[in-house]
């Protein structure tokens, strides 16, 4: 059974950082390239991040670029979100996702693309 657990959100003030870690269970870790994905109250779910399976491409949403960092570390199975200067507007539940095949340029930012999903951490940024 895949399960994707995150794990780091928080509270904090404008301007904190926070570190999201997303630990992978069932499934070949390195097979899969990774998303970030984020959901604000009575919003849809957006993009925030990918990673490549072999952590060399990454892709950010243009509100996190500069901000953000997406990194993996397969040999413990875990896909981390590095976030800096965060804003108020980063209020959300994180989650992060797998996708086995298929990922590519045009389609990495969409939440159909990805496989499996985790059950999401709470992130809440005070201004």
């Known amino acids: 059974q895949v399960r994707l657990v995150e794990s780091g959100g928080g509270l904090v003030q404008a301007g904190d950082s926070l570190r999201l870690s997303c630990a992978a269970f069932?499934?070949?870790?390195?097979?899969?390239?990774m998303g970030w994905f984020r959901q604000a109250p009575g919003k849809e779910r957006e993009f925030v991040a990918a990673?490549?399976?072999?952590?060399?491409?990454?892709y950010y949403a243009d509100s996190v670029k500069g901000r953000f960092t997406v990194s993996r570390e397969n040999a413990k199975v875990t896909v981390l979100l590095q976030m800096n200067n965060l804003k108020p507007e980063d209020t959300a539940a994180y989650y992060c996702?797998?996708?086995?095949?298929?990922?590519?340029?045009?389609?990495?930012?969409?939440?159909?693309?990805?496989?499996?999903w985790g059950q999401g951490t709470q992130v809440t940024v005070s201004s």
């Open positions: 996702a797998a996708n086995i095949d298929g990922l590519n340029s045009r389609n990495y930012y969409l939440a159909k693309s990805y496989d499996f």
């Open positions: 069932g499934l070949t870790f390195s097979w899969y390239r």
């Open positions: 990673i490549s399976r072999d952590g060399v491409i990454t």
